[in-house]
Each structure stands twice: as structure tokens, then as C-alpha cells.
């Protein structure tokens, strides 16, 4: 693994042990050349996943991505860091055991809402807002009142 600091190509691994998502190895390194420590995190890929989006253009899938977005959408809501990583890994091994390793950008994204919507509501609406490209207040009134059960008439 080469050093983030003096891009030496020999560091040894100082400490491994399960990441708190246990789903990757956290492993702290040391670099033989300039000391400096840092940490990596080894994680299980079962298959290359490209995603295609809108536009047909393909691109490697990419988890980070994912990450930020929901991560995005979870700010400053009560989930806990490693429950989120949990929501993140079960996606992506979600997406992994489809037959196909091309996903559409779409899929993706109806699997994050389907997701976010049993966490958190809050989470769900600000995803939605951005994956559904919402451009005005009543784009979220529309969305809101499609959340809220129908009134009962108990007249």
C-alpha cells in the first residue's frame, strides 16, 4: 500500500480488526520511509458494477457516491455513523446480487428511496427532492401528501 504522505510503496500493517459495520477490515499502517500512520479499509467486492445513467453513458459504480448522498440525507438526523454504514453496505451488496453487474442510475435510486423511507421520513424526502429533481414548493407538497395517509371519513 503506498504512503499517503511520502508515497513510499512500503508500509506495514501496524493493527487489523473488523470495521464497525463488520462488513470490511480496518487496518492501521505505518510507512517504513517517513513514519507517518494511516488507516485503510478492505471491504468484500463481489462483482464490478457499471451504472448507467439517463444519458446512456456508463461509468463505474461508484460507492462513494453513494455514500455521500446518503450520508447527505441522513445529516443531522438521530441514525447512528454505523447504522449508516449498514444501510450503505446492504445496498451495495443488494445491487451486487443482481444478475447483471450494468444497473441503471433509476434502480439505484428507487432502491435508496425504498431504504431511506423505512429509516428515516426526513432522510426519504430529501433524497427524493434531489433524485426526483424537485424545482418548486409544490413538488414537496405533491411528494408530502403522497406520504400521509388519506384522511379516514368516520362521519
Do not use: W
Amino acid at each position: 500500500m503506498r504512503c499517503p504522505f511520502c508515497g513510499n510503496n512500503d508500509t506495514q500493517v501496524k493493527d487489523s480488526r473488523p470495521a464497525d459495520d463488520h462488513a470490511s477490515i480496518r487496518r492501521r499502517r505505518y510507512c517504513l520511509n517517513c513514519g507517518g500512520r494511516f488507516t485503510t479499509y478492505e471491504r468484500v467486492q463481489l462483482r464490478d458494477l457499471v451504472v448507467i445513467k439517463s444519458s446512456q453513458k456508463r461509468e463505474e459504480f461508484d460507492r462513494n457516491k453513494l455514500e455521500r448522498s446518503i450520508r447527505l440525507s441522513l445529516r443531522k438526523r438521530p441514525v447512528e455513523p454505523s447504522r449508516i454504514e449498514q444501510i450503505i453496505t446492504g445496498i451495495v451488496r443488494r445491487l451486487e446480487s443482481f444478475g447483471d453487474p450494468e444497473i441503471q442510475t433509476s434502480k439505484i435510486g428507487e432502491i435508496v428511496m425504498e431504504t431511506l423511507a423505512r429509516i428515516d421520513t426526513v432522510a426519504y424526502v430529501r433524497f427524493a427532492s434531489v433524485y426526483k429533481n424537485f424545482q418548486a414548493a409544490d413538488d414537496f407538497e405533491e411528494f408530502i401528501k403522497q406520504l400521509r395517509p388519506p384522511p379516514s371519513s368516520d362521519s
